[in-house]
């Protein structure tokens, strides 16, 4: 009776880590599968961080390059209001972010080649090569654009908005470094990033989402959306100012259509 009573556990117990062991395999077996299933998802993510990681390591390289050349940019850059000493910092960590700042812009237009190269190789995979070539023409037509728009703000959006700003209502304005600094900046960043408008649809057309015909259909819309992202960018609410960011957005969008029709048309 006793030992009825001793062997029952035992057989409990040995069931019990049978059981454990095939549902160990059931799970093995149902994670092999699964991890078969999602490698093309894995081999795409591990694409893309190595991608990223070419990309930030040439921002790291050009900006590190910057740092030897930032107080000649910044007394490049201060020109317009008559030089930095017109400048006053109340804040003991304002001039390094202004050091920063401007490196990083400067290290963004240096490394602008090989960041649209890597982001178009991880759009674009498995080219052919002739693709290849179109790849190598895009990636240079994509740096000039941004330092088109920079170019842009620096020569003809800046020295028509400053004096507006600093002189509005006869008060003169004492700038801080911080502000100006930050203010040019991302009005060039983001002038010239709208400058890569061509670039984007062309892209657009070439995975045939728009098309020439499409675009030119649509001029009302984008008219209204060139004038909302002026609005959105410029500086001053007046109309001189966001016609002068509409007008090579137009321009540009003209010649979007012409990008387009003609790679449409080759593909």
């Known amino acids: 009776m006793s030992t009825d009573t001793n062997l029952v556990p035992s ?23 699964e991890m078969q299933s999602s490698a093309p998802l894995l081999q795409h993510l591990n694409e893309l961080r190595q991608r990223l990681f070419k990309a930030f390591l040439a921002l ?12 000649q940019i910044v007394d490049f850059l201060a020109a317009p209001l008559g030089g930095k ?54 990636v240079p037509f994509a740096s000039l654009l941004f330092i088109a728009g920079v170019a842009f703000t620096w020569f003809i959006m800046l020295p028509s908005a ?5 002189t509005f209502l006869g008060i003169r304005t ?3 470094p911080q502000d100006y600094f930050d203010f040019i900046t991302r009005l060039m960043f983001w002038i010239g990033l709208c400058f890569e408008m061509p670039l984007v649809v062309m892209f657009l057309a070439r995975l045939k989402f728009v098309s020439a015909r499409q675009l030119v259909a649509g001029w009302r ?19 001189v100012n966001m016609g002068l ?23």
Request: glycine share 6%; aromatic share 8%.
């Open 11 to 33: 057989e409990k117990r040995k069931r019990g880590w049978q059981q454990y062991l095939r549902a160990f395999g059931r799970a093995h077996r149902k994670a092999s599968v």
């Open 60 to 71: 790291m390289l050009t900006t590190g390059l910057c740092f030897a050349f930032v107080e």
């Open 85 to 138: 000493q017109v400048l006053v910092s109340i804040e003991i960590t304002e001039n390094i972010s202004i050091f920063m700042k401007v490196s990083i812009l400067c290290g963004v237009v240096l490394a602008m080649p090989v960041i649209v190269y890597q982001a178009m190789r991880f759009v674009l995979p498995g080219l052919k090569k002739n693709e290849t070539v179109w790849l190598l023409v895009m």
């Open 162 to 166: 400053l004096p507006f700003l600093t």
């Open 174 to 176: 004492q700038v801080r």
């Open 221 to 239: 819309y984008a008219l209204v959306g060139m004038a909302v992202l002026a609005a959105a960018v410029t500086p001053t609410v007046d109309p």
């Open 245 to 267: 960011v509409m007008a090579p957005l137009a321009g540009l969008y003209i010649i979007s259509i012409l990008l387009a029709a003609i790679v449409r048309r080759g593909s």
